[in-house]
């Protein structure tokens, strides 16, 4: 069983930055997407921003676009959101998330979800 676990999270003020981690426990096979969501007080998780193994595709949400970057080191089997010019609609739980498929991405079908980490943006 695949377990993540997600760092990084906490306060920041408007305008600020945050660079999230999400240590995957086993290594997983080289199709596999790494991607975040995210999930709002009383909204729907929405899609934020994904990565192939390789590094090599990646996409991201528009609303994030152009602030945030998502890599991963396949070495240390993590993945990372840095995020800057944050705004107060981040303030979000982040979850990470894995999908043996870009098509399963898209669909939000993920086949494993870390439990989130909390980042709370103040205007």
């Known amino acids: 069983q695949v377990q993540l676990v997600e760092s990084g999270g906490g306060l920041v003020q408007a305008g600020g930055s945050l660079r999230l981690s999400c240590l995957v426990s086993?290594?997983?096979?080289?199709?596999?997407?790494m991607a975040w969501f995210r999930q709002a007080p009383g909204k729907e998780r929405e899609f934020v921003a994904a990565?192939?193994?390789?590094?090599?595709?990646?996409t991201y949400s528009d609303s994030v676009k152009g602030r945030c970057t998502i890599s991963r080191d396949n070495v240390k089997s993590t993945v990372y959101l840095q995020m800057n010019s944050l705004k107060p609609e981040d303030t979000a739980v982040y979850l990470c998330?894995?999908?043996?498929?870009?098509?399963?991405?898209?669909?939000?079908?993920?086949?494993?979800w870390g439990k989130g980490t909390l980042v709370t943006v103040s205007a």
């Open positions: 998330a894995v999908a043996s498929s870009w098509l399963k991405t898209y669909s939000g079908g993920m086949d494993y």
């Open positions: 086993e290594r997983i096979g080289s199709n596999y997407v």
């Open positions: 990565i192939s193994w390789s590094g090599s595709r990646t």
